[in-house]
Each structure stands twice: as structure tokens, then as C-alpha cells.
């Protein structure tokens, strides 16, 4: 027998006794099943031509009035006319083995891109994605490479390598001696560890026709310090896609590995590639030329398509950059960028990463601020408060020596006071804020003894006379709140400081304060006006601290102190019943767990944005150290106090409150029903003032009159 039967769907046609069925490539080569011959010999059947001008060796199987007809999923069956089913097409056998080992599995097809595909027989031809030939005129050669040449009647050559490639083959034999080796320095391991590797390179040898699986395998190379085989896999993923973000994850890697030229030339065929018609390039040309000169520029490329309003490449591969040796030749905006993405890095890690990444760093870069810096966090978080503190003094020196300033949560670290914090600070202190030539004005609570009740709760608010925009919103929600409060005896006083108010803005508050002196709306107002010595975006968030001492010495009762970029829900009062009977503090605690032990994050990561203190007696001494924390603390020579506030209350926390956490009852504000709607919970500043309606003091005025 020289020939067979295959159907439209790829079987072949196959007999057994006077019975027919459908068999497999496979089962026919390995003489699991015999196909009909062409003779006939014997049997209920006979072949009938249907091409018989010769055009192609198709048949008809057929019995009497029927045909065989081979539907795909149903075998066998018969039919009463000769349609495609019904079609079959003679094969020499010799051909199979060659036709089953392609159809078997997948192929590399040599052309640019690189697909890995699975040929399949259909419609009597060998299909290969868009690619077809007649399988009568199929030539089929083997190399000595394991690649394969197609060749058919009027269709072009097709060349199919192996898939995996030998490359890939001998990638992963490479990658398989790492693992047999093991992990000789596994205490620097930030991300994955070589059993991460085995089983990603497991997973490519599973798949290895998605070689964009490479990509992973790459990155956990580069984790694993196996930067050649790092390389290798992502330039064998890019053969499969070399597409502008694989080239510029190309580009991240050269660089990693110190080819700076190469990083150079990748960058600018990414950019080409995915700005085709633009002048991106060009803008980019001053990157382009430090890199060529070994500085690791591509750190600045995902800020200047920002600035350019143009979408950044994928940041997938980004992180092979963290840690990486730093370039002599850096300019300090290449390191400034390397700081903070060493900080956000760090931010995200495990206690046990984060030790091989401040590791590694010092072993590439040597001391630097953000070493430094993330260090103290290290053993902040691990208790060990002397160690963090003398960590932070030696990242704020290399901050102002440098002139390298953390990332914005991170400016704490140049107002943090250590020890002098913990011991309280040497008396006498300094006005050095200019906050003791204020004024002081207050209305007058009427009632049978004018100003003779205390007020049940201070709420206590600091800003400048840009910040004012949001107060006409703060103080109609409050004025709403206290003019329906169900008690006539309570009684809520407003202490607000501002900084330089406007003649407008302080004419304002002075009508405010006449309206509730005159008429019992349930508030109180006391304000503290003047300039401060410094005038910054520090400065004013401190004023509710500064005056607190002063607040406290006038009205002896609970304290709330908050953000003023913020207004009261119409269940205030509710809200605020609850937390006094159920807490004695409450404060923004969101890196801290209910056991009162801080799990992430920067001691100064500390919401300062809403606190209760309902400790009366312990408000005084409080108060005094928040105010003295500031008035030492703050130094104008610093690059930026930003987050100074926050260092004061955290600091007092830990001084007055941490120490009794079990005997207290604490409030995480940020859980349950928020006492103020604050900018985060509606999604920004703006959105809060236009948030249930934009209000101005003209509505104020008009609330205050009515009748």
C-alpha cells in the first residue's frame, strides 16, 4: 500500500472487517490502525474519482446510493450526496510520519516578529497561520538545525525552527545549572528567590511557544544577580514581540548592566517606534547624550514624557533598577530620581527584602541619604528608637550636604527630633514662630451670665489667608450642626488661627463673631490673627498646635484638632456623643495595628488631618509639647518642615498616650463614619468645595440673618 485516504478535517479514512471509521495520523504510523487502499481490496466500498481530469487525487467513498461522509467530532457517517465531507484525498503513506511531526506541536516561523505557531490540516492543505499549500504538492525538508523548509505550488518557502528554539533550549540548561548551584548569597534577595527561578523557567519549558514568558524569567534573573541570563531571555522574548515597551524594558536592562551605548540605541529605537510621526526623539536627544556618556539617564525618561503629557512605556521592567550601581558621572537629577524611586521601593517591601535592598545599595553606592533614611524606618518598625533616630540625623545631613531631598511623605525626616523629643525640650523655648504677638479676639456666649458656660468640645483649626477659601464651607456646616443641636446647654467654641488674614477675611470673622455673641446659635468663636515669623505650607498647618496651649488655659474641656480643608455631616453631633463616651483619644492610625504597633510606613506616617483628645486633665502638658516641638523644631535653613506637624503629634503620641494604649480606648479615625468629609473621602480638595454645593461667605452672612 503506497496511499491513503485523509479527510476534509485530517483523519484518516481507516477499515476494519467490512467496518470504517476515522483514525488519527498517530495511529496509523504506528500501526494502530489500517487505512483503505486505493485498490478497493474488498469490502462494501468502492472509490470514485471525483476530480478525473487529474487536477487533484480526490475521492468518493461509496456504497451503492450513499457516501462516506467524515463530519469532525462524529466519525463516520453517510450521506446521499458528495460534498466537502464527503471529499477524501489520497496521500502517500511514506508522507504521514513528516505531516504527524509537524501538526504535533508548535513552531517558530522565521520571519520578524518571531510567532511561535501550531500547523494544522485543513481543507486538504497544511495551513501555518496565514500560509497554506495543497498537501499533494507539499515538500517537506528537514535541516540539520531541526528547522524545516515548506515548500508548495504556488506559495512562497516557509522556513518553521524548532519550538523551544536551541536558543531557549540552552537558556534554560544554563538557568537549571543556577538552581543546581544554589543561592551562595540568599540574605541579598529582595523579590524572588532561585526556587522563584526554577519554577519560571519550569513554566517557559512547559510553554515554550509564549515566549513572552521569558519576560518574567528575566526579571527574576536579574533578582537572582543573573544579569548575562537576564539578557538572554529578554532578547529571546523580543522576538516574539519587539514592540516599544519590550524595547525600552531592553533599554532598562542594558543600562542595569552597565551597556550604556546599547541602552543608548534601544531608547531611541523604543521612542522611534511608538512616536513615529512625532519630534520625540529629538526632545529627547539631551537624555540620549548622557547616557551615550555613561550616565544612567533613563531614570529621568518616565518624568519627561510626563511633562511631555505623553503616556509613559510599561513600568513592568523598571524595577530591575532598584538597586543598581550608581555612575560617578550621575548628575544629581539622575541620583535625586534614583533616591526616590529607592524610596518607594523600600516602602513596599517586607522587613526582611527591605534589609537585602539597603544592603545591596551600600555595597553599590556607599552612604546616601536614602539609605539612611530608609534604614531608620527599618528599625523604627523593628523598636529599636536610638538606632532609627541616629539614622535620621545622618539622612537629614547628607539631605542639606547633598542637596538631595527625600520624597514628599519622607520630608519628616528634617524636622524629626530624636531624643530631645523623648526627654521633652529644654526650657525655656523660643517664640521663634512669632505666634506670641497674636491677637486674640472672642465672641461672648449668650445667656443669662454671658460666657459663663464652658463649652462642651473645642474644635480647633489653623490656616492662612489662602487656605480661607475653605472655611466659609467649614463654618456653615458647623453653624447648621449647632443651630439644630437638641440640647440647649451644649455648646461647641470655634479657636481659629490665621495667618495674615485679609482686611476682608478678618471683617468677616469679627461679623461671625459679633452674629454668635448676639444670638445663641450654639457656637462659640475665639480667633488668633497675626503673621508668622516664617510663612510656608509648614507653618500654617502648625498654627492649631501652636495656639493649643492657649486654647486649652481659656477653656478647660475636649479638644478636636483638624485640617480646615474640610466641613461637618449633619450627624455631627451624634457622631461626636459616640466618640466621646466610648474614646479617650482618636487619631489617624492608619499604619498602625489595633495592638498600637506601628507596621509600615515613617514614624511621621501620621494622619494629622482629624484628632480627639478627651483627656482634660492631660491637655495642658500635651498641648505645651506640641507647641514647643514646633518652635524647636522648625528651622528655616531646612530644604522644606514639610510634615512638621505631623512629627510633633506623632511624637507626642508616643510621649503621652503610646506608653497607656492598653488602659485607653483609642479611636482609628479613619474607621467607621467620619466625624469632617475631608478631602480624601470625596477625592481632592476641589472636589470637596464643590461637594453638596459650593458655599461662600455671603452664605455665611446670609445664615447668620436669618430670622
Keep these: 500500500m503506497t496511499s491513503c485516504l485523509l479527510s476534509w478535517h485530517g483523519s484518516i479514512v481507516a477499515q476494519r472487517g467490512f467496518s470504517l471509521s476515522l483514525a488519527s495520523l498517530s495511529d496509523v504510523i504506528a500501526g494502530m490502525a489500517d487505512p483503505v487502499s486505493l485498490s478497493g481490496?474488498?469490502?462494501?466500498?468502492?472509490?470514485?474519482?471525483?476530480?478525473?481530469?487529474?487536477?487533484?487525487?480526490?475521492?468518493?467513498?461509496?456504497?451503492?446510493?450513499?457516501?462516506?461522509?467524515?463530519?469532525?467530532?462524529?466519525?463516520?457517517?453517510?450521506?446521499?450526496?458528495?460534498?466537502?465531507?464527503?471529499?477524501?484525498?489520497?496521500?502517500?503513506?511514506?508522507?504521514?510520519?513528516?505531516?504527524?511531526?509537524?501538526?504535533?506541536?508548535?513552531?517558530?516561523?522565521?520571519?520578524?516578529?518571531?510567532?511561535?505557531?501550531?500547523?494544522?490540516?485543513?481543507?486538504?492543505?497544511?495551513?501555518?497561520?496565514?500560509?497554506?499549500?495543497?498537501?499533494?504538492?507539499?515538500?517537506?525538508?528537514?535541516?540539520?538545525?531541526?528547522?524545516?523548509?515548506?515548500?508548495?505550488?504556488?506559495?512562497?518557502?516557509?522556513?518553521?525552527?524548532?519550538?523551544?528554539?536551541?536558543a531557549v533550549v540552552a537558556l534554560l540548561e544554563d538557568v537549571r545549572d543556577v538552581v543546581r548551584r544554589g543561592d551562595q548569597a540568599p540574605w541579598t534577595r529582595i523579590r524572588d528567590s532561585f526556587a522563584s527561578l526554577q519554577s519560571e523557567a519550569f513554566k517557559v519549558a512547559l510553554y515554550p511557544e509564549d515566549l513572552s514568558r521569558l519576560r518574567y524569567l528575566a526579571l527574576i534573573c536579574v533578582d537572582c544577580g543573573?544579569?548575562?541570563?537576564?539578557?538572554?531571555?529578554?532578547?529571546?522574548?523580543?522576538?516574539?514581540?519587539?514592540?516599544a515597551d519590550m524595547l525600552y524594558f531592553s533599554a532598562l536592562l542594558a543600562m542595569r548592566c552597565g551597556h550604556h551605548i546599547r541602552a543608548a540605541e534601544l531608547l531611541q529605537a523604543a521612542l522611534l517606534k511608538r512616536f513615529p510621526e512625532g519630534s520625540i526623539p529629538q526632545r529627547m536627544q539631551d537624555l540620549d547624550a548622557r547616557l551615550r556618556q555613561g550616565e544612567n539617564a533613563?531614570?529621568?525618561?518616565?518624568?519627561?514624557?510626563?511633562?511631555?503629557?505623553?503616556?509613559?512605556?510599561?513600568?513592568?521592567?523598571e524595577r530591575v533598577l532598584t538597586p543598581m550601581p550608581l555612575s560617578e558621572r550621575d548628575g544629581r537629577d539622575v541620583r535625586q530620581a534614583y533616591g526616590h524611586r529607592f524610596e518607594e521601593t523600600s516602602l513596599r517591601l517586607g522587613e526582611k527584602p527591605r534589609q537585602a535592598l539597603l544592603e545591596l545599595d551600600r555595597r553599590f553606592n556607599g552612604d546616601s541619604y536614602w539609605s539612611a533614611l530608609c534604614s531608620g524606618h527599618q528599625f523604627w518598625l523593628a523598636g529599636n528608637v536610638d538606632a532609627a533616630d541616629e539614622q535620621y540625623a545622618a539622612a537629614k545631613a547628607l539631605t542639606i550636604r547633598t542637596g538631595l531631598m527625600p520624597i514628599h511623605y519622607n520630608c519628616g525626616?528634617?524636622?524629626?527630633?530624636?531624643?530631645?523629643?523623648?526627654?521633652g525640650m529644654e526650657q525655656p523655648v523660643p517664640d521663634r514662630l512669632g505666634m506670641g504677638g497674636w491677637d486674640w479676639e472672642a465672641s461672648i456666649a449668650p445667656g443669662p451670665v454671658p460666657g459663663a458656660q464652658l463649652p462642651a468640645l473645642c474644635l480647633v483649626f489653623g490656616c492662612d489667608s489662602g487656605y480661607f477659601r475653605f472655611l466659609p464651607k467649614l463654618l456653615l456646616s458647623l453653624l447648621r450642626v449647632c443651630a439644630s443641636r437638641p440640647d440647649p446647654a451644649f455648646r461647641i467654641r470655634l479657636c481659629l488661627g490665621i495667618d495674615t488674614p485679609t482686611p476682608e477675611q478678618l471683617a468677616f470673622m469679627r461679623e461671625l463673631m459679633d452674629a454668635v455673641s448676639k444670638r445663641d446659635f450654639g457656637l462659640d468663636v475665639t480667633l488668633a490673627h497675626g503673621r508668622l515669623t516664617w510663612r510656608d505650607a509648614a507653618t500654617y498647618t502648625a498654627i492649631r498646635y501652636l495656639m493649643l496651649p492657649e486654647v486649652v488655659r481659656r477653656y478647660p474641656c475636649p479638644v478636636i484638632t483638624a485640617d480646615c480643608d474640610g466641613y461637618f455631616p449633619k450627624d455631627f453631633l451624634t457622631l461626636f456623643d459616640d466618640l466621646r463616651n466610648t474614646a479617650d483619644y482618636g487619631f489617624r492610625l492608619y499604619a498602625y495595628n489595633h495592638e498600637g504597633r506601628?507596621?509600615?510606613?515613617?514614624?511621621?506616617?501620621?494622619?494629622?488631618?482629624?484628632?480627639?483628645?478627651?483627656?482634660?486633665?492631660?491637655?495642658?502638658?500635651?498641648?505645651?509639647?506640641?507647641?514647643?516641638?514646633?518652635?524647636?523644631?522648625?528651622?528655616?535653613?531646612?530644604?522644606?518642615?514639610?510634615?512638621?506637624?505631623?512629627?510633633?503629634?506623632?511624637?507626642?503620641?508616643?510621649?503621652?498616650?503610646?506608653?497607656?494604649?492598653n488602659d485607653l480606648r483609642i479611636r482609628f479615625m479613619d474607621e467607621g463614619t467620619p466625624l469632617m468629609v475631608m478631602p480624601h473621602h470625596v477625592g481632592g480638595k476641589e472636589e470637596l468645595l464643590r461637594r453638596d454645593g459650593t458655599v461662600s461667605m455671603q452664605d455665611v452672612r446670609a445664615f447668620l440673618s436669618r430670622p
Design 226 to 243: 543573573e544579569l548575562v541570563l537576564a539578557e538572554r531571555a529578554l532578547e529571546l522574548a523580543r522576538r516574539a514581540d519587539d514592540g
Design 298 to 317: 533613563l531614570f529621568l525618561v518616565p518624568d519627561r514624557l510626563r511633562h511631555l503629557r505623553l503616556t509613559p512605556f510599561d513600568e513592568l521592567f
Design 41 to 166: 481490496g474488498g469490502g462494501l466500498v468502492e472509490l470514485q474519482p471525483i476530480d478525473p481530469s487529474g487536477g487533484r487525487p480526490l475521492y468518493a467513498v461509496r456504497a451503492g446510493n450513499v457516501f462516506l461522509t467524515a463530519a469532525p467530532g462524529h466519525g463516520c457517517g453517510t450521506a446521499s450526496q458528495i460534498q466537502g465531507w464527503e471529499q477524501f484525498l489520497a496521500l502517500p503513506v511514506a508522507g504521514l510520519p513528516a505531516l504527524q511531526r509537524l501538526v504535533s506541536r508548535h513552531w517558530h516561523v522565521a520571519a520578524e516578529p518571531f510567532p511561535a505557531l501550531r500547523p494544522a490540516i485543513q481543507d486538504f492543505q497544511l495551513r501555518v497561520g496565514d500560509w497554506a499549500a495543497p498537501l499533494e504538492t507539499l515538500s517537506v525538508q528537514v535541516k540539520e538545525d531541526g528547522s524545516v523548509l515548506l515548500r508548495g505550488e504556488n506559495v512562497p518557502l516557509l522556513r518553521l525552527e524548532p519550538c523551544p528554539s536551541p
Design 598 to 661: 506601628q507596621t509600615f510606613g515613617e514614624p511621621w506616617g501620621f494622619g494629622a488631618g482629624i484628632s480627639w483628645f478627651g483627656e482634660t486633665d492631660r491637655l495642658p502638658e500635651i498641648a505645651a509639647f506640641l507647641h514647643d516641638y514646633l518652635q524647636v523644631a522648625y528651622d528655616p535653613a531646612n530644604p522644606t518642615n514639610w510634615c512638621i506637624d505631623q512629627c510633633a503629634l506623632v511624637q507626642s503620641f508616643r510621649r503621652f498616650v503610646a506608653p497607656r494604649w
Design 413 to 423: 525626616v528634617l524636622s524629626w527630633l530624636g531624643g530631645a523629643a523623648r526627654e
